[in-house]
């Protein structure tokens, strides 16, 4: 993150904007930065920006800045940065849906006034709604496709208004995905695996959909 042009060294400015997350006070950090960089070269290479990152571990402990601490065992040095990749959690997965409020309102009252069975609305019931958008049916086979989540053939609640978001993003232009991205995924049909920042949450291989978008015979 510091050299992120792999220059090798880290300046005085980048390398002191870095440490001050650290959240140590400036005379400590001086200190720290006058033994990282004994020879005042201004910058400092790899090894001494390994020599402070160890001596902000042992000043966060409570140990002594000087020399002697470095073969200290220290737990790792913390940084309150909201772009370091080990606290990057990803936003509230739990909450954080991209269905907004009030769209999921108004999709929630065209759910109601298709009379779902059981929670769920079947192929035959969500169809008129999509053909409705008069978007190609390769589409919305493709919009099916993506919100019948667990491949029931059968919508409920969630899974229809995923449906209904793709064909307004669809009707605005904007292309389906091939894949339901992460934070389209219901909350309510999330994996309870933990999310590691870079992990492609790996969807559940399903059988090839049956058509369900075109499976009621067309009455000529």
Not at 128 to 146: A, E, F, H, T
């Amino acid at each position: 993150q510091v050299d992120p042009t792999y220059t090798g060294r880290v300046g005085a400015s980048e390398a002191a904007l870095f440490l001050k997350k650290s959240g140590l006070s400036d005379i400590v950090l001086g200190k720290i930065w006058d033994l990282a960089d004994p020879e005042g070269k201004g910058y400092l290479d790899k090894q001494g920006f390994y020599v402070a990152l160890r001596l902000v571990a042992c000043a966060q402990n409570g140990h002594e800045v000087n020399l002697s601490s470095l073969n200290l065992s220290v737990p790792p040095p913390k940084f309150h940065d909201t772009s370091s990749p080990l606290l990057i959690t990803p936003p509230s997965t739990e909450t954080h849906w991209a269905v907004r409020v009030e769209e999921k309102a108004k999709f929630d009252g065209i759910f109601e006034s298709l009379l779902p069975v059981n929670g769920l609305l079947s192929g035959d019931k969500v169809k008129p709604v999509l053909m409705n958008s008069k978007l190609p049916l390769d589409i919305l086979g493709r919009v099916w496709d993506l919100s019948d989540i667990d491949k029931d053939g059968h919508l409920d609640k969630d899974e229809f208004a995923v449906a209904m978001h793709l064909v307004y993003r669809a009707l605005e232009k904007e292309p389906v995905p091939s894949l339901l991205p992460p934070s389209l995924i219901p909350p309510s049909k999330r994996k309870k695996t933990p999310v590691f920042p870079g992990s492609v949450p790996v969807l559940p291989a399903s059988p090839p959909p049956k058509d369900s978008l075109r499976s009621t015979p067309s009455h000529g």
